[in-house]
């Protein structure tokens, strides 16, 4: 290598695994819901406590381009699905070992390739690129085959019930997945409360004859004009708020109402004319033309300035006509526009950030003033009240809308997010944001299939659909029907945590092996893929067990007891109105909602007499796990397409340091009585 040269390092098949195992060690005990908490500590004594598998991986300091390149990997599946983050890395990790062990097994040298080394790095590759394949063709329709039917479907009609106590609302499968996932963030503790109080804030925020999706998407985008933390207090002072909370302080004293309606207007720009704008020069020379020219000049400013003036007072004429009294700018006002706005008894808010001044446009209907000599009505907010509101340490501008709940929404409102200190209010507002994009993937179509497998059901219903009298209450399935007649997938599906979805993965990769012949040729063939990807799936459930390996065996047996040697017949029960489950692979199926409660109950006719095995393990998204599959997937491919690693001295701009504003101080558990 000549002196001019940066150094090159290559890379080897071990160099991957042994980076991503480091990575795997990290968060291995943070995961899973007896999982604990990883401490970081800075020299300066600053500390951060958290089980979030991606604030774990974005605080570190990775020096390595490949472990910066698998975080940030993670990052972005995290933004999307908002969960599956430390899953992503054990499945990533577990990969890469069965790949590594299966490119060992091949022939090492040949006419191609020069090196061991080398062979392996191919075979690693080839492996890879068959697994994406292979996942992006038939994943989906083993999962809507395979593990969909042994699942159900989360509907989102009944999700809050504010009015009926907890134990009688129909909300209890949103909870239930909320709830677990919050227990794998942030802890068992507040886990119910915070589950709760977050289907309380999406049913505030469902609208009117729109689907669910819609309602998640609009908490996902205005997340952050639609929460506020507050530190200082524990999180079970956390609660909803009436109308949107403005993150500002009035420039001017508030407006006395006396309960009237309170009128509001948006200005984007500066309402007072300036004569020079940022980045004007004014030129002050001497001399005898010079001199003249600058008292023209000045004759002209002084008469600019008493024409701004003149067009302000018409413009506060203006606004005083229309009944306004409270102005919203985006931008800091002049000392002239807040002298003439407490002379007219207006209250001013200034510096407004663009996402709530574009929530409070939606909400109220209305659009911002674009030219301050055209305030039309069509600019003018009608608010029930506009008010001072102290939450914690700060002071806010509280207001709510007029006549919102006939125009769009049930009942807008602002979440308070409490927090022993800065670090723990953040990282449950995190919390909160991942939770809303988690339901926001349960609620959209996994892949084509569920479309495809709607439409074939729908051709053969004469044949595979057999009604009785009591259509509304109880519908058979043909046993001899396709398999992909028999699974609707439709947006919502769920499965029991604690690893069934792995297992039942597991087992329909391993059937659809088994089905195929080795295929000749450079392919690895069919089934080695099905059966490597079925042996890395089982790291999942082997983690979450890993305090008692007989657990896991015995988890791994009843769950594989449900999928049946034999065709049965499909039953589903419809015990309330829209609440449709599909249960397969037991002889004795059924999920229902009486009285409230929810329970589904899967047993074996050998089984029936004596026990009954309900599955209380928390709740997870189908399509998460689809995308995750698919992101942990398309990483390893990326990983083994790396040769050689070219070192630089320029400074990177990595995801930690964008993430650098994380708090270091504190925990995200409270101490627990």
Request: charged share 20%; glycine share 6%.
């Amino acid at each position: 290598m000549s002196p001019g040269m940066q150094p090159v390092e290559h890379l080897q098949l071990k160099h991957v695994l042994q980076t991503v195992c480091v990575l795997e060690a990290v968060v291995r005990r943070s995961f899973g819901p007896e999982g604990g908490q990883v401490l970081f500590t800075r020299d300066t004594g600053q500390a951060m406590l958290s089980r979030s598998g991606t604030r774990i991986l974005t605080a570190l300091r990775l020096e390595h381009p490949l472990a910066r390149m698998v975080v940030d990997c993670v990052w972005k599946h995290s933004m999307v699905t908002g969960d599956g983050s430390k899953t992503f890395i054990l499945l990533l990790a577990s990969l890469l070992r069965m790949i590594h062990t299966m490119a060992c097994k091949e022939p090492n040298v040949s006419h191609t390739y020069n090196s061991r080394e080398a062979a392996e790095a191919a075979t690693a590759r080839c492996l890879a690129d068959e697994l994406l394949a292979f996942a992006r063709e038939e994943l989906d329709d083993l999962i809507t085959v395979g593990v969909v039917p042994h699942g159900f479907c989360v509907l989102w009609e009944d999700s809050n019930a504010k009015t009926q106590s907890p134990a009688h609302t129909n909300n209890q499968c949103v909870q239930k997945l909320l709830s677990s996932f919050f227990n794998t963030r942030l802890g068992h503790t507040h886990c119910d409360f915070i589950s709760n109080l977050t289907c309380e804030l999406l049913g505030h925020w469902k609208f009117k004859n729109s689907p669910p999706s819609l309602a998640l998407q609009f908490v996902n985008d205005n997340f952050p004009a639609l929460h506020t933390p507050v530190s200082g207090f524990p999180i079970s002072c956390s609660r909803l708020i009436e109308g949107q909370i403005i993150h500002r302080d009035f420039a001017t004293p508030c407006p006395q109402t006396h309960h009237q309606p309170v009128k509001a207007v948006v200005f984007t720009r500066y309402l007072q004319p300036k004569l020079l704008c940022a980045g004007d020069v004014l030129e002050v020379g001497c001399g005898g033309q010079v001199m003249e020219k600058e008292l023209r000049k000045e004759k002209s400013i002084v008469e600019f300035s008493a024409w701004s003036e003149r067009s302000l007072e018409c413009i506060f004429a203006n606004l005083l006509h229309l009944g306004v009294t409270v102005l919203l700018s985006a931008v800091k006002q002049s000392a002239a526009v807040l002298a003439l706005a407490a002379q007219s008894e207006m209250c001013v808010v200034e510096c407004v950030s663009e996402d709530e001044l574009s929530l409070f446009n939606h909400l109220s209907g209305t659009t911002p003033v674009s030219d301050c000599w055209m305030i039309e009505p069509v600019n003018v907010a009608t608010l029930t009240f506009c008010r001072p509101v102290l939450l914690g340490a700060h002071r806010y501008v509280h207001v709510a809308f007029h006549d919102v709940e006939e125009r769009v929404l049930v009942k807008p409102c602002s979440l308070v997010i409490c927090g022993p200190g800065d670090g723990q209010t953040d990282q449950y507002a995190c919390a909160f944001q991942d939770a809303i994009r988690m339901l926001l993937t349960t609620c959209k179509p996994m892949g084509m299939t569920a479309t495809a497998s709607k439409r074939t059901l729908h051709s053969h219903k004469s044949r595979s659909l057999h009604t009785d009298d009591h259509s509304d209450e109880t519908t058979y399935i043909s046993p001899t029907a396709h398999p992909f007649q028999q699974c609707v997938l439709e947006p919502g599906w769920v499965i029991p945590a604690g690893g069934t979805f792995e297992f039942l993965l597991n087992h329909a990769l391993l059937q659809r092996g088994h089905s195929y012949s080795v295929s000749d040729g450079t392919n690895m063939g069919i089934p080695a893929v099905c059966q490597l990807l079925a042996k890395a799936l089982l790291s999942v459930p082997r983690q979450i067990y890993s305090h008692s390996p007989r657990h896991f065996l015995q988890v791994q047996t009843k769950i594989l007891g449900f999928i049946p040697d034999h065709s049965h017949t499909f039953r589903l029960k419809h015990k309330q109105k829209h609440n449709i489950s599909l249960i397969q692979g037991c002889s004795t199926s059924e999920f229902s909602l009486e009285d409230g409660k929810t329970s589904m109950h899967c047993c074996r006719k050998a089984d029936m007499p004596s026990k009954v095995f309900m599955l209380d393990l928390g709740l997870e998204s189908v399509s998460c796990k689809y995308q995750l599959l698919l992101a942990v997937l398309q990483c390893v491919t990326s990983l083994l397409r790396v040769d050689m690693v070219l070192c630089t001295h320029t400074a990177l701009h990595t995801r930690s340091r964008r993430l650098a504003n994380i708090s270091w101080e504190g925990t995200e558990d409270e101490a627990e009585d």
